[in-house]
């Protein structure tokens, strides 16, 4: 937590191909990694979520990758689709604090048809 | 729909004037969460309750904001005299704390959010 960047701000696919986007974070005692997606006027949703014991997890199409010692995660998006468009938000918790997540800038993926 | 609520969802208000939202989380979640996001940026944590004790207040929660969780279930955002730098979306989040041998840590769960325009 505390510091967590997201790269890059926006990515432009075509439809049925993969996205990837990127977070790292500096506080190396965070345990728990979620992503969120939102759409336009939408509170963030949940998509999927990581613990610090393991390195990947997939559900259907979307994945996430931990890297523990390098401090970076990944979302995996394959065969996307339009409906896939939103912004993609990356999350870690604070060293003192796992309640408070401090949230990347953000990727708006826009899926072309 | 068992999800976060959250009222109203959106309001303009002129500078000077207090405004009050309202959250709703899921029902068995014990704890809630008031974030900020501003265009373009992700959400910003502002506090948070366990039940009915607020545990943590950011410092970008000045004096003129004030959270209330009075039963331990709704909770109340009060921001006194705006100012056009509050203009933004209020998140509300709830989880259920979940502790394993190993560690602990909750899934957080977003309302639709209150967007708040002062001019």
């Not at chain 1, 990758?65 to 918790?93: G, M, R, W």
């Not at chain 2, 004030?66 to 109340?76: D, L, N, Q, V, Y």
């Not at chain 2, 709830?94 to 190993?102: D, E, H, Q, V």
């Amino acid at each position: 937590g505390e510091n967590v960047e997201q790269h890059p701000s926006t990515l432009s696919v075509q439809e049925g191909d993969s996205a990837v986007i990127k977070c790292t974070y500096s506080d190396s005692a965070s345990n728990y990694f979620p992503w969120y997606k939102q759409e336009l006027g939408k509170g963030p949703q949940l998509i999927i979520d990581i613990r610090s014991n393991v390195g990947e997890k997939k559900d259907q199409r979307i994945a996430v990758t931990l890297n523990k010692t390098a401090k970076h995660f990944s979302l995996h998006i394959t065969e996307t689709q339009p409906e896939d468009s939103a912004v993609y938000f990356c999350a870690a918790p604070g060293r003192y604090n796992f309640n408070k997540f401090y949230f990347g800038s953000g990727t708006k993926l826009n899926v072309k048809p | 729909d068992t999800g976060v609520s959250q009222d109203p969802r959106h309001k303009i208000t002129k500078r000077g004037q207090n405004v009050t939202f309202r959250c709703d989380p899921i029902s068995e979640h014990n704890r809630l969460y008031w974030y900020r996001q501003t265009l373009g940026q992700g959400p910003e944590f502002l506090t948070y309750f366990q039940n009915e004790a607020q545990l943590e207040k950011s410092r970008l929660l000045s004096d003129r904001f004030s959270a209330e969780r009075p039963k331990g279930s709704f909770s109340t955002l009060e921001i006194q005299r705006t100012e056009q730098g509050d203009s933004a979306m209020y998140l509300c989040a709830s989880s259920l704390r979940i502790r394993t041998s190993a560690s602990s840590y909750n899934e957080q769960f977003f309302g639709p959010g209150t967007r708040l325009t002062v001019l």
